[in-house]
């Protein structure tokens, strides 16, 4: 059975560091991963995924993220946080091996101080 | 060029009561997808179209949830004898093709509010 889980319910950083916000997952084949933001009251965007190929996925607003096979894990990363970063962020995993099923992480909200 | 909308934003029934959420998905868009988002949690799957095919419809709580999409364009999720259990919000989201590495395009969702 697919899972996504994202250890951490809120990540707390200033503006201009680095943040990291965690990801693991479990299919039975192959992952499609996918990271998407949620502001208050709106619905979620894409911000960036991981289908084949480089490790290391470059997405909107500076976001990137990088795939680990051999620990299954698809932490999402920016190198300097703004405080308009902060927002709900979700994991999402879809196996390869078919079936039209999307599994979403419970969310980590970002909070970044300025 | 109009992103997914659905309507209503907000809906309050009193238990027992019959509601209808709509989506429109962006023109042109084979797949569609419903999600059910409790408070505090991420969106959890019900059902999938591919375009008037309802493929998938396992994450349908029970049978008093009913989804169509009958010309493979709008469509509709039904919820029957409503009951306190089924407040959340429910997002519509659609995708271009049906193939498993295509991102999707959120609606802002219907917060749904059983009484």
């Known amino acids: 059975a697919q899972s996504v889980a994202q250890p951490e319910d809120q990540v707390n950083v200033a503006e201009g560091n680095p943040l990291t916000v965690k990801c693991t997952y479990s299919?039975?084949?192959?992952?499609?991963l996918f990271w998407y933001v949620q502001y208050p009251n709106r619905g979620l965007q894409f911000l960036l995924k991981?289908?084949?190929?480089d490790n290391l996925v470059k997405g909107s607003y500076g976001f990137e993220a990088e795939f680990n096979k051999s620990q299954t894990s698809f932490h999402l990363k920016k190198p300097s946080a703004l405080v308009s970063d902060s927002a709900l962020y979700f994991c999402?995993?879809?196996?390869w091996g078919g079936g039209f099923k999307t599994i979403f992480g419970a969310g980590t909200r970002l909070f970044v101080k300025a | 060029g109009a992103g997914v909308s659905q309507s209503p934003r907000y809906k309050v029934a009193k238990r027992g009561q019959d509601v209808a959420l709509r989506c429109d998905p962006i023109?042109?868009?084979?797949?569609l997808f419903w999600y059910q988002q409790a408070l505090g949690q991420g969106p959890e799957f019900l059902t999938y179209?591919?375009?008037?095919?309802?493929?998938?419809k396992s994450g349908l709580p029970s049978d008093r949830f009913f989804a169509e999409r009958p010309e493979g364009s709008v469509s509709t999720l039904k919820i029957q004898r409503t009951q306190q259990e089924d407040s959340a919000v429910y997002l519509c989201?659609?995708?271009?093709?049906?193939?498993?590495?295509?991102?999707?395009?959120f609606g802002d969702g219907t917060r749904l509010s059983i009484l």
């Open positions: 989201a659609s995708s271009p093709e049906d193939r498993g590495n295509q991102p999707q395009h």
């Open positions: 023109s042109g868009h084979v797949s």
């Open positions: 179209f591919q375009n008037e095919a309802q493929l998938d």
């Open positions: 299919v039975s084949g192959n992952p499609y």
């Open positions: 991981y289908i084949t190929g």
């Open positions: 999402a995993v879809r196996d």
